[in-house]
């Protein structure tokens, strides 16, 4: 089974400090993204990595970052966090383009900012 | 951009009764998903249907796809408590690797 893991479930942090949030999955996955989740607005796609060192926007890239240094792990990075940031954050990986197009996702990191 | 809208937005059914819940999206697609997501939890992918096909089943779950008029259903049948989730269609187009995903819909079974 393809496994992702978010390092955190919960992370209370203050207004202008610089988060980390990692993901690594065990599934030699080319393909990784990170989504913020609010209710009412579903899942928005933050940034996605299709390789080593390689980033994409997604549709709110703004007050994000991203690095994928290596194939198992992106970490997305709030530069000087905001209370406007506090969300749900998942992270999923996708094999080749013959998965299918299937994501697994993380079990989440809810973030409150403070 | 397509983007999936689930109806309705809550269900509430009682044990053994089946659940619809409904997916409208814009533009063409190559596929359309539909994910499960336990409260506070990740998405579990449940059921993928490509865009040449008209229905699929797996288990209790059967998902309807008209393109014609971009619309999607997820029927689950003899519902259990254990189902009470929220529900996600997600649709994939011409791009391929992203996905556009739904506001959901929230299940809820009564025992």
């Known amino acids: 089974d393809v496994k992702v893991t978010q390092s955190s479930r919960y992370l209370v942090k203050r207004t202008g400090e610089k988060v980390f949030l990692e993901c690594v999955q065990d599934m030699d996955h080319e393909n990784m993204f990170w989504y913020r989740q609010d209710p009412g607005l579903g899942l928005r796609l933050i940034y996605f990595s299709y390789d080593v060192k390689m980033k994409e926007k997604g549709d709110i890239p703004e007050g994000y970052s991203v690095s994928r240094e290596k194939k198992e792990r992106f970490s997305l990075i709030l530069e000087s966090a905001s209370t406007n940031q506090t969300s749900m954050y998942l992270c999923?990986?996708?094999?080749?383009?013959?998965?299918?197009?299937?994501?697994?996702f993380g079990a989440g990191t809810r973030l409150s900012v403070l | 951009s397509q983007q999936g809208e689930e109806d309705p937005q809550a269900l509430s059914i009682q044990e053994g009764e089946n659940a619809t819940m409904n997916c409208s999206y814009k533009?063409?697609?190559?596929?359309l998903q539909w994910y499960r997501q336990n409260s506070g939890r990740g998405l579990v992918h449940l059921i993928l249907i490509r865009s040449n096909e008209r229905e699929k089943h797996s288990g209790r779950l059967r998902v309807t796809l008209d393109t014609s008029k971009e619309s999607s259903s997820l029927l689950i049948t003899a519902s259990r408590a254990a189902d009470t989730a929220s529900y996600f269609c997600a649709t994939d187009g011409a791009s391929g690797s992203r996905l556009t995903f739904g506001e959901g819909t929230q299940l809820t079974v009564n025992p």
């Open positions: 533009t063409s697609i190559n596929n």
């Open positions: 999923a990986s996708r094999g080749h383009a013959l998965a299918k197009n299937i994501q697994y």
